[in-house]
């Protein structure tokens, strides 16, 4: 009885002090999460506070690092695309070659969503959080400098920033106070020389470059993109040019570091930072970041301002010269007239050719003279780097035997101007290759034709009318005198060619069909859309729905058949908008003038039409149902893509099989009105096709129809005939 009794006396003890340490417990822990909540509280306002006094220091500090009271300091070339021009005369750039810079035009900027916003928003993030946790590592880096050579533990270096834009660099200082200034390392007699035993450290663990992380949150450098080039490495910043990759945000570390780093040459260092900017994207940043600690960990040393001569063997002048290629191009068309042969002229420029077009005098689409031409008038012209000779050319009119006055005067003046001594190129000897690029009429080519039979040099045709076929969609019946005397003409003329280069797939089947001609003459190289066309202002909701046709307004592009779409939905909430010019306007303005769900803009430069297209919610095509029609691939559907954009189409043939490929739309029948309702109204009743519709396009034009992808394929094929 005694035991039962202790044992219980002992099991309240035990409890009572249980309940007593679990009062205690709960009361710590309350104290704890107080405790943590006030450290956290003061953690979130001290950091709060160092980043608004950060931001606003650099604030203040960023109108000294641009250079912005220094204005002899600043680029003269920023915002302008240029090329570099090799010259004895001038003293030995940062990149060991004698030349400078020429602009040759503008810059075309587009900035996206992702690199306007998205990464700017990531770079502020990274960079503050680099900057406070790495201070104590600062700190420490800053004695050891200061003991080893006394002097500013700081570096600042002029770099080239977005848009060729100078700015200052910030590194910690790796070399001794006796080391000249702006000379890259690889430059240095004995470079070893120069170099503190701290610096040595840094440089070879990356970590003298890491000041650059306040140059990230000031806003002048990005954590991803490509080095920032010396404001004196002239040849890098001119091949970069060729990719665009001056436009973007200078990075910490960028695609061509983690593919090898400064041992690159400089056109593969340039290639890979084009690669970088036409795939920039987070999910590409993610892998350059993450490329990039895998780069650091094997400790991989950098030559600043490298030129490749860790991994080549060193260039002789004569094969630097053999790079550049001497272009003939027969055209009829060339700027001012709205042709994309001006801009791929210009970028073969870019990219170190020399380029000669024999054009006509420019008078497309209204049949009359720009002001400045004619009666000797720009004869002979430079645009932007590229030589122009303009050949005598009666304006085009409307009626057949007035187009072919135009046609013809062109083919008899360019030949005879290429035949004289006057067409060779600037060191007197004749051209390497002749590029033609054939639009309406197809004999625009006997000028090539003639060239290659004096000088036995090899002809690239790029072909964008299908003849004798154009001449049936304008009317010329296919068992006429006419049809069967051009049939005959335009193949003796596409037999003559070295290389036909098709835009549509279908070239090839015909070519085959009609002529005989086997695959290996014809290469398949769609048109591409401008750069412009790549960012769009965001579209802004107003309840209705919008769907745009842009581009030229004739017989053969049947806009007749959306006219009559938009009055059979005249109820809908849609409006159609029609931006372009030709001769099927006016009609189709009578057509539309009583219609409130139509709107005719006319034709608008190139530069507008990016904010029109941004309006839309959904683009449109069509084309006249004719067998020749649907082998062809209009060029609007590279813009079209370009934008991100749902297509709808009234087409037959090939726009219609790429467009079912892309997944990017709806296509019906050509000029089937019932069709192209009805598939507007399955557009309109589904929101959800609608966004992934447009992602599909993009991501398509991504993948075949980019400036870049089309400039590197035609240079290919260009190089190709040095060879024959």
């Not at 080039?229 to 665009?244: F, G, S, T």
């Not at 090898?260 to 999910?283: H, N, T, W």
Request: charged fraction near 30%; charge should be neutral.
């Amino acid at each position: 009885m005694e035991a039962r009794k202790r044992v219980k006396c002992m099991r309240d003890c035990w409890g009572k002090k249980a309940r007593k340490n679990n009062e205690v417990g709960v009361k710590q822990m309350a104290i704890d999460k107080k405790k943590l909540g006030k450290i956290l509280k003061v953690t979130a306002i001290g950091t709060g506070a160092t980043f608004v006094g950060l931001n606003l220091i650099a604030k203040k500090k960023k109108g000294d690092t641009v250079f912005e009271k220094e204005t002899d300091q600043q680029n003269p070339f920023a915002g302008k695309k240029v090329i570099f021009v090799e010259d004895e005369n001038d003293e030995e750039n940062a990149d060991g070659v004698r030349g400078h810079l020429e602009a040759v035009g503008e810059t075309k900027k587009s900035r996206g969503i992702y690199d306007r916003y998205i990464k700017r928003a990531i770079d502020v993030v990274l960079s503050f959080g680099g900057l406070v946790v790495l201070s104590p590592i600062y700190a420490g880096i800053a004695i050891a400098i200061k003991i080893d050579d006394p002097g500013p533990v700081f570096f600042t270096q002029k770099r080239v920033g977005q848009n060729k834009e100078f700015f200052k660099i910030h590194k910690f200082r790796s070399m001794k106070m006796s080391t000249p200034h702006d000379v890259p390392t690889h430059m240095l007699g004995d470079p070893d020389q120069y170099i503190t035993r701290v610096g040595k450290f840094l440089r070879k663990h990356s970590l003298d470059e890491l000041p650059q992380i306040w140059d990230i949150f000031i806003g002048n450098m990005s954590v991803i993109g490509p080095r920032p080039a010396l404001w004196n490495q002239d040849v890098l910043i001119a091949e970069r040019e060729k990719y665009n990759a001056n436009d973007v945000k200078p990075g910490l570390t960028g695609w061509a570091q983690i593919n090898g780093r400064d041992e690159l040459e400089i056109p593969v260092k340039a290639k890979l930072d084009g690669e970088y900017v036409e795939k920039e994207s987070l999910f590409f940043d993610i892998k350059c970041f993450l490329g990039t600690i895998g780069k650091v960990a094997k400790d991989d040393s950098v030559v600043e301002g490298g030129t490749g001569e860790m991994a080549k063997q060193e260039i002789t002048e004569e094969t630097k010269e053999s790079e550049k290629k001497k272009i003939l191009v027969i055209c009829q068309y060339y700027k001012p007239e709205p042709f994309r042969i001006s801009d791929i002229c210009e970028e073969l420029v870019h990219r170190g050719h020399e380029v000669h077009v024999v054009t006509g005098y420019p008078n497309y689409p209204e049949g009359v003279l720009y002001d400045g031409y004619g009666k000797g008038k720009h004869i002979d012209e430079v645009i932007n780097g590229v030589k122009v000779h303009r050949c005598y050319t009666i304006p085009r009119q409307m009626g057949i035997v007035k187009r072919f006055l135009n046609y013809y005067s062109y083919v008899i003046s360019s030949t005879k101007y290429v035949l004289s001594k006057k067409c060779v190129a600037s060191d007197g000897k004749p051209f390497d290759v002749v590029y033609c690029n054939q639009l309406s009429p197809v004999m625009m080519a006997h000028a090539a034709i003639a060239y290659k039979k004096k000088y036995n040099v090899p002809v690239v045709m790029y072909c964008l009318d299908l003849w004798p076929e154009s001449l049936i969609a304008g009317g010329v019946k296919r068992d006429s005198i006419l049809y069967k005397y051009y049939h005959h003409v335009s193949k003796k003329i596409y037999q003559k060619m070295d290389k036909i280069l098709i835009t549509s797939r279908m070239f090839s089947e015909y070519f085959q069909q009609e002529f005989g001609f086997q695959d290996e003459k014809t290469e398949y190289l769609p048109q591409y859309a401008e750069g412009i066309f790549e960012q769009i202002p965001p579209r802004t909701e107003d309840g209705t729905i919008n769907f745009m046709f842009a581009g030229n307004i004739g017989a053969i592009q049947s806009v007749e058949t959306i006219i009559k779409a938009a009055e059979a939905l005249k109820a809908e909430p849609v409006k159609f908008h029609i931006v372009g010019g030709g001769t099927d306007l006016e009609r189709l303005q009578k057509m539309g003038e009583n219609m409130k769900n139509v709107v005719f803009y006319g034709r608008r430069p190139i530069e507008e039409m990016p904010e029109f297209y941004a309006k839309a919610d959904a683009m449109l095509i069509t084309l006249a149902a004719d067998p020749v029609l649907s082998l062809t691939l209009p060029g609007k559907v590279q813009s079209y893509m370009a934008v991100g954009k749902p297509i709808i189409g009234a087409i037959d043939g090939e726009t219609k099989t790429v467009i079912e490929e892309a997944q990017c739309g709806f296509c019906g029948r050509a000029e089937d009105v019932g069709e192209l309702v009805k598939n507007i109204r399955r557009f309109i009743s589904d929101n959800t096709d609608r966004f992934l519709m447009g992602e599909n396009a993009r991501e398509f034009y991504v993948n075949n129809f980019r400036e870049l992808m089309f400039m590197d394929k035609l240079e290919e094929y260009l190089n190709e005939g040095f060879n024959d």
